[in-house]
């Protein structure tokens, strides 16, 4: 191995209670809250369709100019206990909320910026009412942080001189800064998700993130950092030069997810996935028809992906300038807690099972018992289920109690029948399973 002084600092998955915790959520919500929430993809009258939460990028919107947006934040609908009801309903864990963005606009009245909530007319500490709302609501709350900062003029790019190197080394004091303010004023916050950690001058200080990483466990013991913020000596990121996870779960999954046979090997390490419910929309777009727009069984069924293979799945909510949330976000956080206050055992606590992926859908697996999640169903009204060697399938039974026959059809395969009457959208078999039993089969394997 290549020694190295900023690669990972542990091999494996973290396995003390707070990383138990974060990875037995599950299913999460990403809240995009911003500047960019005003103007809602459209600037001087032209439409843009890229990510909306990019529009001072894509308009060429100088920064100054950008930051007067500020002067309309005032979002009179905005009530966190309304927002956190909504996350508790939706059946999500925890909710990330983007305390800064790449715009630079801070959701908490920070003293080291001049761009936050304190100077606007809502004068308010946002971030502080959505701590408080959701942990009283039994939900836990991540930061997401982007280092990049369109607003600060000691952000580079690169560092290509002297001049560069002294400007940024004063925005990582900055950052520094803001991150141990946001790590003091809301210590009940159980991760950072770094973002915007891609460009060069990030590369090329492999050693700021690992001691960024380390300021924040100092502070916050127990406290998950996602691994896209890390780079090494080398400026290798997420993965260090010798092919380790670096931080506490794998981030890169963003809008895509690990094939389900395929990519096996992400099952080895902690991960969370995050998608948008338009093609690429985070922050708030004011036209969403520019995009195919996910219906709430397509969401569904990336969060029941993303946990059969030992994932996370964050779905994010971009609110409107006035607090409020668009329709659409309000039908799917109502669509997706319905199905999981019914089927939620399949997910929470879950884990991937590690038996050969099926057509009709999806395994999760907790304790003695496996969940087959049905997106499918065969015409056969048979479930193929083949177990792995020395496992056997005791009882099947739907979540309404119900038992269905289980039939072993050869060495370690089974079929398992669909209910009689098919629940109208995906449902959950669950399965008594018995592991390392020895004996002898009466199947004989063909001579060829
Ligand atoms: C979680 C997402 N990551 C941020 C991001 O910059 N992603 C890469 C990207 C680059 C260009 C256009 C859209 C997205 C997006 O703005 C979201 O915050």
Not at 168 to 194: C, G, H, I, M, S
Not at 295 to 303: A, D, F, G, K
Not at 319 to 347: H, L, N, S, T, V
Request: with cysteine.
């Amino acid at each position: 191995e290549i020694p190295l002084k900023y690669g990972a600092n542990r091999l494996g998955k973290r396995s003390d209670a707070a990383m138990k915790k974060f990875r037995d959520n599950r299913l999460g919500a990403f809240i995009h809250w911003g500047l960019y929430a005003i103007p809602g993809g459209e600037w001087n009258g032209k439409m843009y369709n890229g990510a909306a939460e990019w529009l001072k990028s894509w308009a060429k919107v100088p920064a100054d100019e950008w930051l007067r947006l500020m002067d309309q934040w005032n979002p009179e609908k905005f009530n966190a206990k309304v927002w956190a009801k909504m996350a508790r309903k939706m059946g999500v864990k925890y909710v990330k909320i983007t305390t800064k963005h790449h715009e630079g606009f801070c959701l908490w009245p920070s003293k080291y910026s001049n761009y936050t909530v304190a100077q606007t007319p809502y004068k308010k500490d946002i971030l502080g009412e959505l701590v408080k709302a959701y942990n009283d609501e039994g939900i836990d709350v991540h930061f997401y942080f982007s280092v990049m900062d369109w607003s600060h003029p000691d952000y580079r790019y690169d560092i290509k001189s002297k001049d560069d190197e002294v400007a940024f080394a004063r925005f990582l004091e900055f950052t520094d800064n803001q991150l141990k303010e946001l790590a003091t004023r809301y210590p009940t916050v159980k991760d950072f998700w770094f973002d915007g950690t891609w460009d060069a001058s990030i590369k090329k200080n492999g050693w700021w993130t690992a001691h960024a990483e380390q300021m924040l466990k100092d502070l916050l013991p127990g406290v998950t950092i996602n691994s896209r913020l890390r780079a090494d000596d080398y400026g290798k990121r997420h993965f260090d030069s010798n092919g380790h996870l670096m931080g506490d779960y794998e981030s890169g999954y963003e809008r895509r997810l690990p094939d389900p046979v395929k990519d096996l090997k992400v099952t080895r390490w902690d991960w969370e996935a995050c998608m948008t419910l338009p093609e690429n929309q985070w922050g708030y777009h004011k036209d969403w028809s520019l995009s195919y727009v996910k219906t709430p069984l397509e969401v569904l069924e990336r969060i029941v992906h993303a946990v059969s293979m030992g994932g996370n799945m964050v779905v994010n909510f971009g609110p409107q300038a006035d607090g409020d949330f668009r329709r659409e976000e309000k039908e799917m956080a109502d669509a997706i807690g319905k199905w999981m206050q019914q089927y939620g055992e399949c997910i929470y606590g879950c884990d991937y099972a590690g038996w050969d992926k099926q057509p009709w859908g999806y395994y999760t697996h907790k304790g003695k018992e496996v969940y087959m999640i049905v997106f499918n169903p065969p015409y056969s009204k048979h479930l193929v289920v083949k177990t792995p060697k020395g496992t056997k399938i005791l009882k099947a039974t739907v979540t309404n109690g119900k038992e269905v026959a289980v039939t072993e059809t050869a060495r370690n395969e089974y079929n398992v029948d669909m209910p009689a009457k098919a629940p109208e959208g995906p449902f959950v078999i669950k399965l008594q399973i018995e592991e390392n039993v020895s004996s002898a089969d009466k199947y004989r394997d063909a001579l060829t």
